[in-house]
């Protein structure tokens, strides 16, 4: 599993995670994604090239979100797979963070 | 260790170690391309890891070597996946169902992979006996297999 980054307009930093977003693959991404939450605002996660999502994988995106909420910012979902998003809605993610399908509605939400 | 006990089944033995979740996705991985539809292989991929990574967390007692056998096998349209270890005793299909949160700040980190279980297979029994876990988890296979 890997992590990329990209600061995009509007102060939006943008996480594209790619590959089995499992205990292995969380394990790996865990440090850089708690750095990103840490040190930005506003947080576009794209999970469209994650194919596999499992609960570890989850409570990294859930502590991302806490802690960007915790200091003001925000931290949003785009593009899961179809069983990526049946796994966040079965866990009730999709309550707490919210979920887009593209990155447009998303980096709206972002700048409103 | 991989053993095809005969043409539908499949056993993998594991260890107390993380880094066997890896080899256990990797098998699962191995037996869906025989033949499982995708969704099906995600709900056994799933179901899989939380079992496993669970009995590697928090099955061991003391220093015990714990030792987790995982068998895969169609029967009749059902996957059935069977998984048994040494370890302690603990029955997942008696855990009761993580607490809605009511917001991001009050939500509980951790509680979600026996929840998860429940939800993507379709049906789960838990025995213990002669000292084992033994928990089987069934699949059902749509009647039409879905073609790449």
Known sequence: MDLSADDLAGGITKVVLRGRFDTTGAVVVELPFNKIATEKQKIIVDLSAVNFLAS???????????????????????????????????????ALIPVYQTEAAAMAALIA | MIAMSNAGASRLVLGKDVAELERLAGWIEGFARLGMSPDVSFAVQLCLEEAVANIIMYGAAKNDALVIAVELERNC???????????????????????????????????????????????MDYERREGRNRLTLRFVEPATPSSE
């Open chain 2, 77 to 123: 349209g059902t996957l059935v996946a069977r998984i048994e270890d040494n370890g302690r005793q603990f029955d997942p299909t008696r855990a009761p169902p993580p607490a809605p949160a009511a917001s991001l700040e009050e939500a509980k980190i951790g509680d979600l992979g026996i929840h998860l279980m429940r939800s993507f297979a379709n049906g």
């Open chain 1, 56 to 94: 570890y994988g989850i409570r990294v995106l859930l502590v991302g979100a806490k802690v960007a909420k915790s200091k003001g910012g925000s931290l949003v979902i785009v593009c899961p797979d179809n069983n990526v998003a049946k796994v966040l809605k079965t866990a009730g993610m999709d």
